[in-house]
């Protein structure tokens, strides 16, 4: 058995090889040229991820801090709350001094959905005992539209295996409750931190909701509830629908009880309650207990979960460490979450709708999509058609999927709706389970819910396997025909290609500034700073990607958060706070103005400011100018819209 078991593993890992080639289609003829997403997004970022950690690592230096980026700020740049994709960024390592930025990573992507359909192959033949269907659930979840879409944009989230391998280790706990198996979850924890914090955060999330459904029963009542009890749950249910409709016909209404003017312009509140209630009228139905569980057992449970936080933390150790420097330098910031800001979700319906992604798909398909306040990335989140099919079909045969694996997909999917449910582009106003959740401390940190379809997605792919395996084995003279068929139609309904590729060139004029000898800076404007909730300036993350390439420290920057302490240190230099309000179009006070171009060549040399670039199709004129000016800026040489200048000699350092 185990030799048949080793080859059916490595013929996996060799039909996953071939297949990413395959759906990456022509990624392969254009490996160290093109990219699956725009360099000017956040793409661009994350192969900057591995350029920077590589370069601080060959320095030397700690790789959760860079001086690369925001060159004129008080201190290094703290990368611990940056998605920064510590595990990609190791691989990365000894392959970029040889095949270059853009080669690498794109290696490193491909690489990431072999090892994403690979760990859900392990985890389905854990379950299910079977290598066909096994097989089909990893190419199901690693290529399903949901990961592929965020491939083109979030690329971190490709790098999904370590949800499969978690839940992997999971499955296996509850089975043996070995110390090596609590090590390992706790080495996995890292391994998903480490990939994208999304992904710590969604396997403490599936841990919470396995053991609630081992632990918890839920039956239906045998004695009925009380008529009374339901007559008033139901009347309530009634004024509170009488109120909504009135709001909404009449727009709703102010009145003054007692002196306090109180407003019912909304339906946020009484919808809220009718949700409420209506939950717990039906709760009534059924019977909430706890599977009774034995001291000895609970102890056991304690201490393995006890080894795998100290192995988790043990590892996140130097993260850890940039995290503890970085509040004490601007403290506890979160920003404030408010009861109907959170990022929108998921469309109900767009769980339901054909791949998008397909050659085939309707264009109106994709611009519905396109047309949410997130985007087409975020909104993105078609099951496999073909696997519903499947799962339909065994429970209509009489399947029924295990209750720990059903539990996971309902909390998920009921989190990725976001804080009101949107059904076909209408918010019904429903709030779902994260209108709550998004105010935990840990899970809070995953502010974007839609991508909690990721979870669905692969345990979708897992009861596909244990559906597919149950049709099987009901019929085992048509299982060749059935498991092709079923091979057939999946490989038809997720092709994406061919994949829509964005050059990787880099403008001839970074030549000039990758040939520079001297330690200098680079200001590329408009020039501002970058967060993934706000903006200063008009900063672009191509200014990073070009980095990779030139390799000289820049004055603005990106990161997925940057602590407003760092902001208020760059705002307050005249000059930089003058061009972030010449890169947002405001206009500079004229005494302020007359300073700045008096001081400007002062400026320059304390800056060590080597080059700057000038974008003449996002920089207004007046910014342009102004630069020039002050800065007594030379042009040196132009490609398309992007102009290079430098400062006088006299201003840049020596060689």
Not at 374 to 382: L, Q, T
Request: proline share 7%; charged share 15%; with cysteine.
């Amino acid at each position: 058995m185990a030799p048949l078991w080793r080859r059916s593993t490595l013929c996996a890992l060799a039909g996953y090889i071939a297949l990413a080639g395959l759906a990456s289609w022509p990624l392969p003829l254009r490996f160290d040229s093109h990219l699956t997403g725009p360099p000017d997004g956040d793409t661009g970022v994350y192969v900057w991820n591995q350029w920077v950690f590589r370069e601080e690592l060959l320095q030397g230096r700690p790789p959760y801090f860079t001086d690369r980026i925001f060159a004129l700020s008080p201190r290094r740049a703290n990368l611990s709350l940056h998605n920064y994709t510590t595990f990609q960024n190791l691989l990365a390592v000894p392959l970029g001094g040889v095949f270059g930025a853009v080669a690498t990573f794109n290696g490193i992507y491909l690489g990431m959905s072999v090892l994403t359909a690979w760990a859900t192959f392990l985890l389905a033949r854990a379950i299910t005992g079977a290598h066909v269907e096994s097989w089909l659930a990893g190419a199901l979840f690693a290529w399903c539209p949901i990961l592929i879409t965020r491939g083109n944009a979030h690329v971190s989230l490709v790098a999904a295996a370590p949800l499969a391998v978690f839940a992997l280790l999971l499955h296996r706990s509850t089975q043996t409750q070995r110390t090596r198996d609590a090590v390992a979850l706790g080495a996995c924890l890292w391994w998903a931190a480490a990939a994208d914090a999304y992904y710590a955060v969604y396997c403490l999330l599936m841990a919470a909701v396995f053991l609630a459904a081992h632990l918890l029963s839920v039956d239906r009542r045998r004695a009925p509830v009380r008529s009374a009890t339901l007559w008033a749950l139901d009347a309530l249910l009634a004024a509170l629908a009488g109120l909504v409709l009135a709001i909404v016909l009449t727009g709703g209404w102010r009145v003054t009880v007692l002196g306090q003017v109180i407003s019912m312009r909304g339906v946020h509140t009484p919808v809220l309650l009718m949700t409420v209630l209506g939950g717990v009228r039906v709760a009534l139905r059924y019977r909430f207990g706890v599977v009774h569980v034995s001291l000895l057992a609970a102890r056991r449970a304690f201490k393995l979960t006890a080894v795998a936080v100290l192995v988790a933390l043990v590892f996140l150790g130097p993260k850890l460490s940039a995290l503890a420097e970085r509040i004490g330098y601007a403290g506890l910031e979160r920003g404030d979450v408010f009861w109907r800001s959170s990022p929108r979700g998921v469309d109900l319906l767009a769980f339901a709708i054909p791949n998008p992604n397909h050659p085939l798909a309707p264009a109106a398909l994709r611009d519905w999509l396109a047309r949410g306040p997130d985007g087409y990335a975020e909104a993105v989140a078609s099951l496999s058609l073909v696997a519903l099919g499947v799962l339909s079909l065994a429970a209509w045969r009489g399947w029924r999927p295990p209750r720990p694996w059903l539990w996971i997909t309902l909390a998920f999917g009921a989190l990725a709706l976001g804080p009101f449910v949107h059904v076909g582009g209408f918010n019904t106003v429903v709030p779902g389970p994260w209108a709550l959740l998004r105010y935990a401390p840990v899970a809070g940190l995953a502010r974007t819910p839609a991508r909690f379809s990721i979870v669905v997605a692969l345990v979708l792919a897992v009861l596909f396997a244990m559906a597919l395996r149950w049709l099987a084995d009901r019929r085992p003279s048509a299982r060749p025909a059935l498991l092709a068929v079923v091979a057939a139609l999946l490989c038809f309904e997720l092709v994406p290609i061919p994949r829509t590729l964005y050059s990787a060139a880099i403008p001839r004029l970074y030549a000039h500034v990758a040939a520079e000898p001297a330690d200098v800076r680079v200001l590329e404007l408009p020039f501002g700073i970058r967060d993934g909730t706000s903006s200063i300036g008009n900063f672009t993350a191509r200014s990073q990607f070009f980095q990779t390439f030139h390799g000289k420290a820049l004055v603005g920057g990106y990161l997925s958060r940057v602590s407003k302490r760092r902001i208020r240190s760059l705002q307050a230099d005249p000059m930089l706070g003058a061009l972030i309000a010449l890169s947002e179009n405001r206009t500079l006070d004229p005494a302020l103005e007359r300073q700045l171009l008096a001081d400007g060549a002062r400026f320059a040399t304390e800056a060590r400011l080597g080059f700057v670039v000038i974008d003449r199709a996002r920089a207004s004129p007046a910014l342009a100018r102004f630069a020039i000016r002050a800065l007594r800026l030379s042009r040196l040489d132009a490609d398309g819209p992007l102009e290079l200048y430098q400062p006088p000699p006299s201003t840049r350092p020596p060689a």
